[in-house]
């Protein structure tokens, strides 16, 4: 079993689906657009050019996303996608990236758990937490 978060845009998925994946120098597993898909015949014209799916391979996970038609997108809220990274230096770059023309809502920084830790919205209204554990013993001694 796999859990893997799938992210509703409303018209910046391709945008911000390229942007993801080079930040996290995340291939890439293709865009597929409503006017590719056997739907088309069935879709608003304005939806045709719009992304149906997309997806990026992290790691072992995937991210997936998609534009939603206008009448049905929301803004994110209550979920948060968490980045686990393994060096300090590279969740300062990647969360430098996210936050670029976004919302930092707590500044990348050590905590008692973590090397590195940071939230932000990003420019596409997707909101971040990047983590760069301490070893748990480590964390344990600091409480």
């Known amino acids: 079993m796999r859990l893997n978060p799938y992210l509703s845009f409303n018209?910046?998925?391709?945008?911000?689906?390229?942007?993801?994946?080079?930040?996290?120098n995340a291939p890439s597993e293709g865009i597929m657009t409503y006017g590719e898909t056997p739907m088309a015949g069935d879709m608003p014209a304005e939806m045709l050019g719009r992304v149906a799916h997309a997806r990026i391979r992290i790691g072992d996970a995937l991210l997936m996303a998609s534009d939603s038609p206008a009448s049905l997108y929301?803004?994110?809220?209550g979920v948060t996608v968490t980045l686990n990274i393994d060096e300090p230096?590279?969740?300062?770059?990647?969360f430098a990236s996210l936050s670029e023309g976004g919302t930092i809502t707590m500044p990348i920084a050590e905590t008692f758990w973590a090397h590195r830790f940071g939230t932000c919205i990003d420019r596409f209204g997707t909101p971040w937490m990047v983590n760069c554990e301490k070893p748990m013993a480590a964390a344990q001694a600091a409480e």
Do not use: H, I, N, S
């Open 11 to 24: 018209g910046t998925c391709r945008e911000a689906m390229d942007f993801y994946a080079k930040v996290l």
């Open 74 to 77: 929301q803004t994110p809220q």
């Open 89 to 94: 230096a590279e969740a300062d770059r990647v």
